[in-house]
């Protein structure tokens, strides 16, 4: 493609994205957009894709501050058309000139600068993109709305913490300990032509050294390694799940943190994956197989199942709840994030987190482990849940991350881990995604879960027997209604978010999965 070729697929795809759902409207997230773009479009070659797809995910990084240029220069247009042509001048530092070279209505290249265009564009040649003028929202390129909630998180620096959001994300991995060692599956990759260096956190993690797609090679395919972000991987550990025990992954998704689990259980025990949606819960088979995760049941959380859920009441060693949220975490892989998230989303949430919570928190037995996470930075669906669960249910108890980290991982953990009892991992100190994770242990008595199960039973029973039902002839379940009507606006895991950024279709997307 010629440069103005690219210039006008650039403005295509980041139009489509724009359409659907960027300026706070609900839609496709924008790597299925994209994924879907290029598989219509397979003329354009690899080069060409990575080229256009590195740039939109570059102008969404810095959306913020281009929408404010437009407004500054009294833009006539605030499209993808004029984004993209003021990124070419402030960022790419073009003149009018050569900017008039690309818009020049040649073939397969935008159509010529009309003169309201030429004119707005005109007072931003020889500027950079930041401008004294900027309120720090827009410099940070994050919505004005936001801003105290990652003053909340991080205090005074919150400024240098969200900066590190914008820088592009590496490719990590985590080796499948139930086929390989991470050093023979470094090897297989490096046979491969993928060179990796361990992490400096997870164990059985690998990190490229560049960004490369893997999922095409053999030690992909055969399982020796998946997807997965050094904080998810970090997430999973902390469950401490064992050979023998029984685990439940409440918002298992396509399984992500489960195979992880498994891996450490060396397919002995038993991992129950949950999941709202069983399509979720239907692409995981695959990654189980290719994995070698023998010891997961799947289960949907349903109507047909909501019975059984009842009666597992005190039943698990281990339950992980990995809830939906607003992805603040992720917004290095997921840009338009930042822009599509509304208020009313996180109000939204936090109370559909708190019923999940509740729920999830009757499968544990005593002397048990309840961990939360989230791939959220804001205190108030992490922090604040953790503190309002404790005043809700009294029967648990802060397990501090920083003691637990020290028994179970064979690495040294953060410096700052003992800060807080939580883990708080973020891109700028640990150079993960930014993941919260609180783990909480069980401390009422045997007889207590037993009288929980027996009430469980006896309302199995009434319902059998008659007991008012809702429309669809089941007893009402908040929790699983809760995940149903978060699941529009959840981020619930990230695991295959760390594959390559800018998506080349089409291979695997890099959009939400677990």
């Given at each position: ?5 690219r210039?006008a697929a650039?403005?295509e795809?980041?139009?489509e ?14 790597d ?12 354009i070659?690899g080069g060409?894709?990575r ?5 939109v995910?570059s ?5 913020g501050?281009l929408?404010?240029w437009l ?5 006539p247009?605030r499209?993808a058309r004029a ?5 070419l001048?402030?960022v790419e ?14 073939t397969y290249?935008?159509s010529r600068l009309?003169?309201a265009?030429?004119r707005?564009l005109?007072q931003?040649e020889g500027?950079?993109?930041?401008h ?7 410099r940070?390129?994050?919505?004005e709305?936001?801003?105290?909630h ?5 205090g005074?620096g919150w400024?240098?913490?969200?900066a590190?959001i914008?820088?592009?994300p590496p490719?990590d ?5 139930l086929?390989a060692?991470?050093?023979q ?11 990796t ?14 960004r490369?797609s893997v ?8 399982g020796?390694?998946e997807?997965q972000?050094e904080?998810?991987q970090?997430?999973a550990?902390?469950v401490?799940?064992?050979?023998g025990?029984q ?9 992500g943190?489960?195979?992880a ?6 397919n002995?025990?038993?991992?129950v994956?949950m999941?709202?949606y069983?399509s ?6 695959q990654?189980?197989r290719?994995?070698?995760?023998h010891?997961?049941?799947?289960r949907?959380?349903d109507?047909?199942?909501?019975k ?12 992980l709840v990995?809830?939906p949220?607003?992805g603040?975490?992720t ?14 989303d ?5 109370p559909?987190?708190a019923?999940i ?7 544990v ?7 939360y996470a989230?791939c959220s930075v ?12 404790l005043?809700?249910?009294d029967g648990?108890?802060?397990?501090p ?6 028994d179970?991982?064979?690495?040294e953990?953060?410096a ?16 993960t ?9 069980r ?5 207590a ?5 027996a009430t469980?039973g ?6 059998e ?9 089941t007893?009402?379940?908040p ?6 009507d978060?699941?529009?606006v ?8 760390a ?7 089409p291979?695997?997307?890099r959009?939400?999965?677990a």
């Open positions: 493609m010629t440069p103005g070729a210039v650039t403005i795809l980041l139009d994205i724009v359409s659907h759902g960027l300026s706070g409207e609900r839609g496709r997230p924008a299925l957009v994209a994924n879907a773009y290029f598989r219509s479009r397979r003329f070659g060409d894709r080229a256009v797809s590195d740039r995910w102008i969404l990084r810095r959306y501050q929408a404010w407004d500054r220069t009294r833009h247009d499209g984004i993209v042509a003021a990124d001048m402030l530092g073009l003149d009018m000139g050569q900017l008039e070279s690309l818009f020049d209505g040649g290249r935008p009309d003169e265009e030429y707005a005109r931003m500027h950079s993109l930041p004294p003028d900027q309120p720090d929202w827009v940070l390129n994050v919505q709305w936001v801003a105290p990652f003053r909340e998180a991080y005074d400024g240098r913490e969200v590190a914008e820088t592009p490719v991995l985590r080796v499948n300990r086929k060692t991470v050093e599956a470094r090897e297989a990759l490096a046979r491969e032509g993928i060179e260096d361990t992490m400096r956190y997870a164990p059985d993690g690998l990190r490229l050294r560049r490369l999922v095409k090679g053999k030690a992909f395919q055969d020796l390694v997807i972000d904080g998810s970090l997430v550990a902390l401490d799940a064992q050979p025990m685990i439940a992954d409440y918002c298992a998704g396509a399984g943190k489960t195979l689990m498994a891996a450490r259980m060396n002995k025990g038993r991992v994956a999941d709202v069983e979720r819960l239907d692409r995981s088979a990654r189980l290719r994995a070698g995760a010891n997961v049941e799947r949907p959380i109507a047909d199942n909501r059984w859920l009842k009666r597992q009441a005190g039943a698990f060693d281990r339950v990995d809830a949220c607003t603040t975490g917004w290095r892989r997921n840009p338009d994030g930042r822009w599509t998230l509304s208020p009313d996180l109000a939204e949430l936090l559909k987190q019923a919570l509740d729920a999830a928190a009757k499968l037995k005593p002397g048990g482990g309840l961990i989230t804001l205190p108030a669906e992490n922090e604040k849940q953790i503190a309002a669960f005043e809700r249910n648990f108890e802060v397990l991350v920083e003691a637990l980290w020290r179970i991982l064979p690495t953990p953060p700052d881990a003992g800060s807080t009892p939580y883990l708080r991992l973020s891109p700028l100190k640990h150079g995604d930014g993941f919260f994770a609180a783990a909480l242990v401390k009422e008595a045997a007889k879960v037993a009288a929980a199960r469980a006896a309302g199995a029973e009434a319902t027997e008659g007991a008012p039902e809702n429309a669809a002839g007893a009402p379940d929790a699983a209604e809760a995940l149903a978060a699941a529009h959840a981020v619930p895991d990230v695991a295959l978010q594959a390559p950024e800018a998506p080349e279709a291979e695997a997307p959009g939400p999965s």
